[in-house]
């Protein structure tokens, strides 16, 4: 209009004198609503990239780390070993391979894995160092039972197996817990505007247009409660949002700490040559104790090539430490996490400041949704239950978002890995008929961040059904009988009650 029309026309706005038509104020909440759902993406998106670089960093750190010990390997041993190492090539190969499957998410049980290393690789070393003898599979079935008790290869397997899986675990969780992160920022930025909120920010930021004020901005309370209302769904995130946070710091601290991923996976190869050092020094007792509990094998009648038993010279086996880069990765991480912990409610400050207001909610001179002048109604709290007197968004609290309150139990999934990952656990592998009521050890994360986590010795067994991770101590609904009082007690309850009638009645 080329001046103000009354405005009875107007479904959202005010209706007084209006410079807006119907179609005017339909074109203005549909670009308010776009506009509104940009901001929240764009925030979640920044939120996302931090996440999504922190990950890769860990990342590139952790699978270099394994790829330098691989190199040292396939470099070093066939000089130190010759024959030993050129012949069982594959098994050093398929070792790294499976840690590295198992790292990137696999379903794989680490101990299972570590301990068929150990067993192909004394299988395969023990027959190169005796040729001379005919040495069947049943033989070397029955060497395999007596190695636990012989310690060929000395401590090595059992110390590299327990540092390793924790090591394993801690840096597969922490990667696992940025990626989880992300997705679900991701899945919530893509929640759109219910129609009582569409109304609510078009009256926000464009009702001031069609009432000739444009150049006045809306009420900084006005404005949060409009946004909280709005994003009232998305601010039940906050506490498992703060837990997982939480839990990815405590986490990072073992990574560069009692887990030293560096220390570990840098030096496995160390620790391979070591094990093998063990086996060769220790030849002639290992084999005659072998041969006392398994007998004396046949002589290899069809000959065979003599061992290779001498170096081929003296290789010092070096890991190249990159604690420092850790340290670094770590503390940046740790930053980054503590920085993103309120993220969800403090989002409908960000949005309001930056990108909607401009004046303190005490200003005269605010867009407080009818006209020019100051904002009275309180501001309210953050999340749904609070948006009951929402003054400005309708919003029923009885009707929490589904696509949320599929992503806060991600969070849960995801911080209970963290909270096992913590103490050595693998949940992945983890039995759901485990009992998980007992304390944790001294080290285990405090129960205010990761709840009561489960309190065994470093397993990753695997387990006899798949169920999903139990949260804050709690089991699965149903998934045990132990709680249920018996048939006799049933009985005797309804004796008292029976007895206890009888006698009101009296």
Not at 103 to 111: C, D, F, K, M, P
Request: aromatic content about 8%; overall charge neutral; hydrophobic content about 35%.
């Amino acid at each position: 209009p080329f001046s103000l029309v009354s405005g009875e026309h107007l479904r959202i706005c005010p209706q007084g004198y209006t410079c807006c038509t119907s179609e005017m104020e339909e074109n203005f909440a549909n670009k308010s609503r776009g506009e509104f759902e940009a901001m929240t993406k764009e925030a979640g998106r920044s939120v996302q990239m931090i996440l999504t670089a922190q990950h890769r960093s860990f990342d590139g750190y952790f699978q270099d780390l394994l790829n330098k010990s691989e190199k040292a390997l396939y470099e070093a041993f066939p000089t130190m070993y010759g024959e030993l190492y050129m012949q069982n090539m594959k098994v050093f190969k398929d070792l790294y391979s499976e840690l590295r499957r198992y790292y990137r998410g696999s379903n794989i049980n680490l101990e299972e894995a570590l301990n068929e290393f150990w067993t192909r690789l004394l299988e395969r070393l023990f027959k190169l160092m005796n040729p001379q003898y005919h040495i069947t599979d049943e033989y070397l079935d029955c060497m395999v039972k007596h190695a636990e008790q012989h310690k060929p290869f000395g401590e090595v397997p059992r110390d590299l197996k327990v540092k390793a899986t924790r090591a394993f675990i801690a840096a597969r969780s922490y990667a696992q817990g940025f990626l989880v992160g992300s997705d679900v920022v991701r899945k919530v930025s893509q929640v759109s505007l219910s129609h009582e909120c569409t109304r609510a920010v078009m009256k926000l930021m464009y009702c001031p247009h069609c009432r000739g004020m444009s150049s006045v901005k809306p009420c900084n309370n006005y404005c949060l409660n409009v946004v909280k209302g709005c994003l009232a769904n998305q601010a039940d995130l906050n506490t498992e949002w703060k837990y997982l946070m939480d839990s990815l710091i405590v986490v990072a601290d073992r990574i560069d700490g009692p887990y030293n991923v560096d220390a570990v996976i840098g030096t496995i190869h160390m620790r391979i040559a070591e094990a093998i050092s063990n086996l060769q020094e220790n030849k002639e007792s290992i084999t005659a104790k072998v041969f006392q509990g398994c007998g004396n094998p046949k002589i290899n009648t069809k000959g065979s090539s003599s061992e290779d038993k001498k170096r081929r010279g003296k290789v010092t086996l070096e890991a190249k430490s990159s604690a420092q880069a850790l340290e670094m990765l770590v503390l940046d991480a740790k930053g980054n996490l503590t920085s993103l912990k309120s993220y969800w409610v403090t989002l409908p400050n960000v949005l309001c400041s930056k990108k909607v207001t401009a004046g303190s909610g005490a200003d005269d001179k605010c867009w407080n949704g009818m006209t020019k002048g100051s904002y009275l109604p309180e501001v309210m709290g953050d999340g749904l239950a609070n948006q009951i007197n929402n003054p400005e968004v309708e919003v029923d609290i009885t009707k929490p978002d589904m696509t949320i309150r599929q992503q806060i139990m991600q969070l849960k999934i995801m911080t209970n890995r963290l909270g096992n990952a913590n103490i050595g656990n693998d949940v992945d592998f983890q039995d759901a008929s485990d009992d998980t009521s007992g304390s944790g050890s001294g080290d285990a994360c405090p129960d205010d961040v990761c709840g009561k986590r489960l309190a065994k010795s470093p397993s990753t067994r695997p387990p006899e059904t798949h169920a999903i991770p139990k949260q804050s101590g709690h089991g699965v609904s149903g998934a045990s009988s132990r709680s249920l009082p018996s048939a006799s007690l049933l009985l005797l309850l309804l004796s008292v009650a029976l007895l206890a009638t009888q006698r009101s009645w009296r």
